[in-house]
């Protein structure tokens, strides 16, 4: 059986109910029980804490919050499982609407002192495997998710000519200012909402009208979402870093978001998604 959570925090799942549409600072959440439990989906204010969906969770699934361990991963299936914080609201640690939280019972986080990793190079010192990560600072919290930028203006991208430039002159595009990006390993991924950016969402539909289509490069991304009467646009030069063309990807999720996947080519973290202008 599948169960269904709908409203703010304290709000008890029926079986078999539907999710109304959630209000604009509510976030639809996929909830994983221990042991293989059925997922159950939740809604949840932005503005709540982790202590306080720890209490949702409690009378979901009758897990005392004291026991609980909730990790939370964003749309990206490559995305990394983050702990979440008891204190700090759901907005203010990047969670985004979809996005998955997975429930732990009487475990405690790894901390980055007691992994393999470094257990490794305290012992082994440089022989260590891997030494060369003896000197990674963690990446900050405000760096792990940064919303909006700067994208390039359509006439700034780059020098266009022939059929392009009159392409372009035809049917000009609509510049798509309201994204949000996170580095998740082996891809860098960005996202572009439906609450960032309705109009340019429901235009790409279900993505398989062949309206959708992304353009990678070495160092660049050019993302183009046509239908009958409108064309919106996000292009990106000068990445942080280089990426794969040919392992990048774009996804689109119905009515609610389109996501570009980056491909990277090195295992570094990206602490900018365009590297600025000089």
């Known amino acids: 059986k599948s169960f269904t959570a709908q409203g703010t925090v304290g709000a008890m799942a029926t079986e078999n109910t539907a999710v109304a549409d959630a209000p604009a600072q509510s976030l639809r959440l996929t909830l994983v029980p221990p042991k293989g439990g059925s997922h159950l989906e939740l809604a949840v204010n932005r503005s709540a804490t ?6 949702q969770v409690q009378e979901l699934i009758g897990i005392a919050p004291e026991s609980q361990l909730l990790f939370f991963q964003n749309g990206c299936r490559n995305a990394a499982k983050v702990v979440l914080d008891d204190s700090s609201t759901l907005d203010a640690q990047g ?12 475990q405690a986080p790894v901390q980055p002192e007691a992994s393999v990793l470094r257990q490794s190079i305290a012992k082994n010192g440089g022989s260590s495997y891997y030494y060369a990560h003896a000197n990674e600072k963690e990446l ?9 930028g700067a994208p ?34 082996e891809f860098v991924c960005i996202y572009i909402s439906a609450e960032a950016e309705q109009e340019a969402v429901q235009a790409a539909g279900d993505g398989k009208g062949g309206g959708v289509k992304a353009e990678f490069g070495p160092k660049s991304v050019e993302l183009r979402i046509n239908n009958v009467s409108k064309e ?24 609610k978001r389109v996501t570009l996947k980056l491909k990277k080519k090195r295992t570094n973290q990206w602490m900018r998604l365009v590297k600025p202008q000089r």
């Open 50 to 55: 982790g202590k306080e969906l720890k209490l």
């Open 95 to 106: 969670i985004e609407d979809a996005a998955t939280v997975t429930v732990r019972v009487d």
């Open 140 to 148: 900050p919290l405000e760096h792990r998710f940064v919303y909006g």
């Open 152 to 185: 390039a203006k359509l006439s700034d991208a780059g020098e266009v000519t022939g059929e392009e430039a009159e392409q372009l002159a035809a049917t000009p595009a609509r510049t798509i200012n309201r994204y949000s990006w996170a580095d998740e390993g």
């Open 232 to 255: 919106f646009a996000l292009v990106l030069r000068n990445l942080e870093d280089e990426i794969i063309p040919e392992a990048s990807k774009h996804r689109v999720s119905s009515g």
